[in-house]
């Protein structure tokens, strides 16, 4: 069903909107039924059990070398924050490219720490995972799926659970097309609770503005395109190019996936907040949904900053979906508590404080200190060496 929004603001984010609870009687309903009897502290394992899975994606800041080893810092940080999210499908994207056996290390110390999930993962091809257009940005992407809940399927017509779009899209700013400088992969699976059918879009676009090392034109956006105003401040044409390929995105996973399977996207794209009315656009001509559509830009702040002060920098994170019959995608509009909002974003900045009884400061410390000797072990350095992002998480509901 299309979710009913509230009157958008003039700057609009990619996912949709806060409202305040007052006037947000359904999202309360949300809340109150499927959250408040669980959920005594904030993003204490929010857990749905039969009504309900929740779906994470996180950009794990160049996993795969030797910082990404069994007993490491990185691995100890990724694998303790995602048992907290009780997730029953996480992707994982910036994994360096041929690193993807490192995975199994993830998913070997996240089975141990909790018994409710049964993770497997699923690795990008590492051949769909070169563009030979940009040779210095391959990566891989991975998911990791909970076994108990979901099972891969074959796409419709295909042999095969997973793929990458590879296809051409538009760009933005010359008569010319271009691809996604890192292939989205795509995966399909069935829910072993209701029957329902997901198809998963993970990605991390081109990094913000033009870099002429990977063979990026500098070339000048227009001031508006399709009807969407484009800010030009530390923004480049291609990876504003991905943004509006999304729609392709959809169209094309649409033709492989049953006509009322539930399609997520999960990725970094990399778009500065006054850019962000691109998706808000295909909201409005009901491309897809967004998650948060708000001026209120800071409580999505997933990128981390330059220091403890400036913490959070751009909400370059999100969520985007087409919904399916049998499965309710909750946005911030339904559920505008306090705790969906902390659940959407968890503080990795501030984990050792916020989630103290969580996270061990001393052992994280000991851990920094083996791998940098020389360096600060303050709480937000300690942070960066797990990731520069924050995960992202939303819950999705089985109809009734």
């Known amino acids: 069903m299309k979710k009913k929004r509230m009157k958008k603001a003039p700057i609009i984010s990619s996912v949709a909107s806060v409202a305040i609870a007052a006037i947000a009687i359904g999202g309360y309903f949300v809340y109150d039924k499927f959250f408040k009897t669980e959920?005594?502290?904030?993003?204490?394992?929010?857990?749905?059990?039969?009504?309900?899975?929740?779906?994470?994606?996180?950009?794990?800041?160049?996993?795969?070398?030797?910082?990404?080893?069994?007993?490491?810092?990185?691995?100890?940080?990724?694998?303790?924050?995602?048992?907290?999210?009780?997730?029953?499908?996480?992707?994982?994207?910036?994994?360096?490219?041929?690193?993807?056996?490192?995975?199994?290390?993830?998913?070997?110390?996240?089975?141990?720490?909790?018994?409710?999930?049964?993770?497997?993962?699923?690795?990008?091809?590492?051949?769909?995972?070169?563009?030979?257009?940009?040779?210095?940005?391959?990566?891989?992407?991975?998911?990791?799926?909970?076994?108990?809940?979901?099972?891969?399927?074959?796409?419709?017509?295909?042999?095969?659970?997973?793929?990458?779009?590879?296809?051409?899209?538009?760009?933005?700013?010359?008569?010319?097309?271009?691809?996604?400088?890192?292939?989205?992969?795509?995966?399909?699976?069935?829910?072993?609770?209701?029957?329902?059918?997901?198809?998963?879009?993970?990605?991390?676009?081109?990094?913000?503005?033009?870099?002429?090392?990977?063979g990026e034109s500098d070339v000048k956006l227009p001031d508006n395109y399709?009807?969407?105003?484009?800010?030009?401040?530390?923004?480049?044409?291609?990876?504003?190019?991905?943004a509006f390929g999304l729609a392709q995105v959809f169209e094309f996973v649409k033709k492989y996936v049953d006509p009322e399977t539930t399609i997520i996207f999960g990725g970094d794209t990399n778009i500065k907040p006054n850019n962000n009315a691109i998706f808000q656009h295909f909201?409005?001509?009901?491309?897809?949904?967004?998650?948060?559509?708000?001026?209120?830009?800071?409580?999505y702040e997933t990128s981390l900053g330059s220091s403890s002060s400036n913490p959070y920098a751009n909400p370059y994170d999100k969520f985007l979906f087409i919904e399916g019959k049998k499965l309710d995608v909750i946005d911030a509009n339904e559920n505008p508590s306090q705790q969906y909002k902390e659940l959407f974003k968890?503080?990795?900045?501030?984990?050792?404080?916020?989630?103290?009884?969580?996270?061990?400061?001393?052992?994280?410390?000991?851990?920094?200190?083996?791998?940098?000797s020389t360096a600060s072990d303050s709480d937000f350095n300690i942070v960066r060496k797990i990731s520069d992002h924050a995960p992202i998480t939303m819950t999705v509901v089985y109809k009734k």
Not at 283 to 299: A, R
């Open 283 to 299: 909201e409005d001509i009901n491309k897809y949904q967004t998650y948060y559509n708000s001026v209120d830009l800071e409580i």
């Open 346 to 372: 968890y503080d990795i900045v501030n984990m050792f404080n916020k989630y103290s009884e969580k996270y061990d400061r001393l052992k994280y410390r000991q851990l920094f200190k083996k791998e940098n």
């Open 226 to 242: 399709q009807g969407v105003n484009i800010s030009k401040s530390g923004q480049g044409s291609q990876e504003v190019s991905e």
């Open 39 to 214: 959920q005594t502290t904030t993003n204490k394992n929010i857990s749905l059990n039969k009504e309900g899975f929740n779906i994470t994606h996180w950009n794990i800041l160049n996993y795969g070398g030797k910082n990404s080893n069994k007993g490491s810092l990185k691995v100890t940080g990724i694998t303790e924050i995602l048992a907290n999210l009780d997730s029953s499908i996480i992707g994982l994207t910036e994994i360096n490219h041929g690193a993807g056996d490192k995975v199994a290390n993830i998913v070997e110390r996240l089975n141990k720490l909790q018994s409710k999930h049964n993770y497997a993962s699923i690795i990008q091809n590492e051949n769909d995972a070169v563009n030979p257009d940009f040779e210095n940005s391959r990566e891989q992407i991975a998911v990791l799926y909970d076994q108990n809940v979901f099972k891969p399927i074959n796409f419709n017509g295909l042999t095969q659970n997973q793929m990458s779009f590879k296809q051409p899209i538009k760009f933005v700013g010359a008569d010319k097309n271009t691809t996604y400088t890192r292939f989205p992969m795509i995966n399909y699976f069935e829910n072993k609770v209701n029957g329902a059918k997901v198809a998963t879009i993970f990605a991390h676009f081109d990094s913000p503005d033009s870099n002429s090392k990977n």
